[in-house]
């Protein structure tokens, strides 16, 4: 079925590719896996504008860095999206690797731009910090006056300079006076500050037989588990916008105000969009969609991905799945565990 979907999305990829961050194509296929094995040519990347060029070319051991923050941004995408009609598909062989979804100004792009900023500047922060990087290091302002029972010690990871990466790396494009441009800039910051929110003391204790007669603690980035779950309570609530024209002394500029005054006005860590989503539910090449037709359903939710809203009401189809797994596991002392294989029997629920 994806393929059958993929041959309809071709024809529009050519218009995609205007505006789309193609660069992104780094993080999937032979391009990311060839990074860390060949030396780096910024002239063979797809779809980098001048800045980025200048930029890799002037940070070039940080660009495995970047390309696995956004593999990490999309595994998340994927991850919070497993169970929506829109589940952040990735398109083998090409370099629009969402296709045309993110063309549109949606809360799906909004979402997206802001889970890649971040995930450059956690990958980038967290590969300094781990000494991968010649360029950065620990953040050497963390130091100073000790807490309450502890000092300050280990490696405080640099999130400042994890955030100019992602910066001047993923913000590059967006140097537009249009209301899309200042749509990402928003949200790439929006994901950087989510990040920026979250950071925290993380300590270890030093002493005889474990005592914490020394505490020594550390600035460091939460689990990136942590940041996707809290950018999709982003959007869920995110806001619409509406697009305005001015002119200026440079010409025509577009800006974004909310569409609603009587809601609270979106804040800098706060997703945007301005325009309306796809429903997903059938295959449709000029928007993107994949539809929902045999996505496995849970059939006791009644949440997005129960089968009756995942299935747009169409209906599903209920079959017998076997499955190998451990079982009648046993402790051995001192020290083993040995299991038997057993078949089991599911029932596997999918979308008509």
Not at 8 to 32: D, E, N
Not at 225 to 250: C, F, L, N, P
Request: aromatic share 10%.
């Amino acid at each position: 079925m994806v393929c059958v979907v993929c041959v309809l999305l071709l024809g529009v990829l050519r218009c995609v590719l205007g505006t789309y961050p193609i660069w992104w194509s780094l993080a999937v296929g032979p391009q990311f896996s060839s990074l860390a094995s060949q030396p780096l040519l910024c002239s063979s990347i797809p779809g980098l504008v001048p800045k980025q060029l200048r930029f890799c070319r002037n940070y070039v051991e940080i660009m495995p860095s970047v390309a696995q923050g956004v593999k990490v941004g999309i595994q998340e995408c994927q991850h919070q999206f497993r169970g929506r009609r829109w589940n952040c598909t990735t398109i083998n062989h090409t370099l629009a690797i969402f296709g045309p979804v993110l063309d549109r100004a949606t809360r799906e792009s909004a979402f997206v731009h802001a889970i890649a900023a971040a995930g450059v500047a956690f990958a980038v922060t967290r590969a300094c910090a781990e000494g991968s990087v010649a360029v950065c290091g620990c953040d050497s302002r963390r130091k100073g006056p000790p807490g309450d029972g502890w000092k300050w010690g280990g490696c405080s990871e640099d999130l400042d300079f994890g955030n100019m990466v992602s910066r001047e790396f993923a913000d590059a494009r967006e140097n537009r006076p249009d209301a899309r441009s200042a749509m990402n800039r928003h949200n790439n910051e929006a994901g950087r500050i989510a990040i920026a929110d979250h950071m925290f003391l993380k300590c270890k204790c030093h002493g005889l037989s474990g005592s914490c007669e020394v505490k020594t603690c550390w600035w460091s980035q939460p689990d990136f588990r942590t940041i996707g779950d809290y950018m999709k309570d982003k959007y869920d609530s995110a806001s619409e916008m509406i697009v305005e024209k001015h002119r200026e002394s440079r010409g025509w500029v577009e800006t974004l105000r909310p569409k609603y005054a009587f809601f609270k006005p979106p804040s800098e860590a706060d997703l945007v969009y301005y325009e309306t989503s796809p429903n997903f539910c059938e295959p449709n090449g000029e928007t993107g969609s994949f539809g929902t037709r045999e996505r496995v359903c849970n059939v006791t939710s009644h949440g997005i991905d129960g089968c009756e809203l995942l299935c747009c009401g169409r209906g599903h189809n209920t079959r017998a799945e076997s499955r190998r797994e451990k079982c009648h596991c046993v402790f051995h002392w001192c020290c083993y565990v040995s299991c038997q294989e057993c078949t089991r029997t599911y029932d596997l629920h999918t979308c008509k």
